[in-house]
C-alpha cells in the first residue's frame, strides 16, 4: 500500500464493526437533514424571490463547491480526514445557527438566503473530499463494495425520509425549524466522528509540498495510473450522460406527452425503490473485477435512458426501475473499486476531481442537452446521449481487462 506504513491490524466482520454501523447511520441521519433542509430552501427561495431568484438560490451553491473542490482535495491528503470532516460540520452548524438567528431576528430575504447556499457549497468542499479518504482507513480492503453498498443504501432511504420531513418542518416550523434540523443532524455526525470512528491504518506521509505542486502531483498520478484515468472517465461519462436525460429529459417527455407532475413523481419513486433494491444486491454480490462489472452493469442503465424518449408511458417505469436498479447496484461496486485502486496518498485529490464533473459540468451538460431537444427531440436527444454512454461504458470496460 504506497505511501503508507504496514501495520497488523485487526478489522471485526463488516456486520458486526460498530465503527462502521455508527458512520453509516450518523451519515444517513446527516443527509436527511440535507434533504430536508433544501427542501425548506427551496421553498423558502420560492416565497421570497421570482422562479428566476429562486433557481439562483438552489444553484449558487455549486460555484463555491467547483471552485475551492480541488483545493479542499489537496488538504484531504495533507491533513487528517476525520478531523477535517469534523470540523466542516462544526462550521455547517455555526452557519445554520447565525442564519436561524438572523432570520429569527429580521425576515427571510433572498441575500441571506444566498449567503447562506454560498457559504454551505464552500464548506462542502472541504468535507466531500475528506470523507472519500475514511473509508480505507477504516475497513478489509474486500469490505470497500458492501460498505460503498451499506452507505448507497442508508442515504437512499435517508432521502425518502428527509424529503417529507423537510416539507413538514417549513410548513410548520419555517425555515428555522428544517435549519435546527439540519443542525441537529450535523451534530450527531459531528459526535460519531469524535466518540467512535477511529481510523484503524495510519494516513499516507504528506509531500510536504505546496498546495500547488500537490494539485499538479493529482494531475501527473492519474496520466501515469491507466486504471486510475479509466475509472475517473467513467465516473465522469456516468455522471454527465444520465443527470441530464433525468432531470430534462424525462421532464420533458412527461410535459410534452402530457401525463401530468403526478406520473413524474412516481417515475421517480421507481427508480428511488429500485436503486435501493440495487444496493442491497451489491452488499452481496462480489464479482472478481468489481469495477469492471459495473462498467458493463451500466450499460442496460445507458438502455434505459434510450428508452426514456420514446417508449410509451408502462414502459418508461420499466426504463427507471432499469436506471434506477443498475445505479444502486454500479455505483456501489464502482465506488467500493475505486477506494481499492487508488493509491491512499492521493485519494482527496482524485475524489475531487471526480467530484468536480458534478459541480463544474452538470450545468453545461444540462443546458447543451436542452439545446439538443430543442433542435431535434426528446428521443433523438435520449437516443443519442444514451448511445454514447453505452460505448463510453464499454470503452472504459475493455481498458480494465485482465
Given at each position: ?113 444566498l449567503t447562506i447556499a454560498v457559504l454551505f457549497g464552500a464548506v462542502d468542499a472541504l ?39 423537510g416539507g413538514l418542518l417549513v410548513a410548520h416550523g419555517g425555515l428555522v425549524s428544517v435549519m435546527v434540523a439540519d443542525a441537529v ?218
Open positions: 500500500m504506497t505511501g503508507v506504513a504496514a501495520v497488523a491490524t485487526t478489522f471485526p466482520p463488516l456486520r458486526k464493526d460498530r465503527r462502521v454501523q455508527a458512520w453509516v447511520v450518523s451519515g444517513a441521519v446527516s443527509e436527511a437533514g440535507d434533504v430536508a433542509w433544501y427542501v425548506g430552501l427551496a421553498w423558502s427561495a420560492a416565497q421570497v424571490s421570482s422562479p428566476a431568484g429562486a433557481g439562483l438560490v438552489m444553484g449558487i451553491g455549486a460555484l463555491p463547491r467547483a471552485l475551492f473542490l480541488l483545493f479542499g482535495g489537496a488538504l484531504a491528503d495533507r491533513l487528517d480526514g476525520r478531523r477535517t470532516m469534523i470540523a466542516a460540520n462544526l462550521a455547517r452548524i455555526a452557519v445554520l445557527v447565525t442564519a436561524a438567528i438572523l432570520v429569527t431576528s429580521a425576515t427571510v430575504t433572498l441575500p441571506l438566503l468535507y466531500n473530499p475528506a470523507a472519500g479518504t475514511l473509508p480505507r482507513r477504516l475497513v478489509r480492503r474486500e469490505d470497500l463494495v458492501p460498505l460503498a453498498a451499506g452507505r448507497q443504501l442508508a442515504n437512499r432511504l435517508a432521502v425518502f425520509v428527509g424529503a417529507p420531513l443532524s450535523f451534530g450527531v455526525i459531528a459526535v460519531v466522528l469524535m466518540l467512535v470512528v477511529r481510523p484503524r491504518l495510519p494516513r499516507p506521509e504528506p509531500s510536504g509540498h505546496s498546495i500547488r505542486r500537490d494539485l499538479t502531483a493529482g494531475f501527473g498520478y492519474l496520466r501515469r495510473d491507466r486504471t486510475a484515468r479509466t475509472l475517473v472517465i467513467a465516473f465522469f461519462g456516468l455522471n454527465l450522460c444520465v443527470g441530464p436525460v433525468l432531470a430534462v429529459g424525462l421532464v420533458q417527455r412527461v410535459h410534452l406527452s402530457g401525463w401530468g407532475s403526478a406520473a413524474l413523481g412516481w417515475f421517480q419513486a421507481c427508480s428511488g425503490i429500485c436503486a435501493a433494491l440495487g444496493a442491497v444486491v451489491a452488499m452481496r454480490w462480489k464479482p472478481r473485477q468489481p469495477a469492471r462489472a459495473g462498467l458493463l452493469v451500466l450499460i442496460a442503465q445507458a438502455a434505459g435512458c434510450v428508452m426514456i424518449g420514446s417508449v410509451p408511458r408502462p414502459a418508461v417505469f420499466v426504463a427507471m426501475g432499469m436506471i434506477g436498479y443498475t445505479a444502486g447496484l454500479a455505483s456501489a461496486l464502482l465506488s467500493g473499486a475505486f477506494q481499492q485502486t487508488i493509491e491512499p496518498a492521493f485519494l482527496g485529490r482524485t475524489s475531487s476531481i471526480v467530484s468536480l464533473s458534478d459541480e463544474a459540468l452538470m450545468p453545461v451538460a444540462m443546458t447543451g442537452f436542452g439545446a439538443l431537444i430543442s433542435v431535434t427531440d426528446v428521443a433523438v436527444a435520449c437516443a443519442l446521449l444514451g448511445t454514447g454512454f453505452a460505448v463510453l461504458m464499454l470503452w472504459s470496460a475493455s481498458r480494465l481487462r485482465g
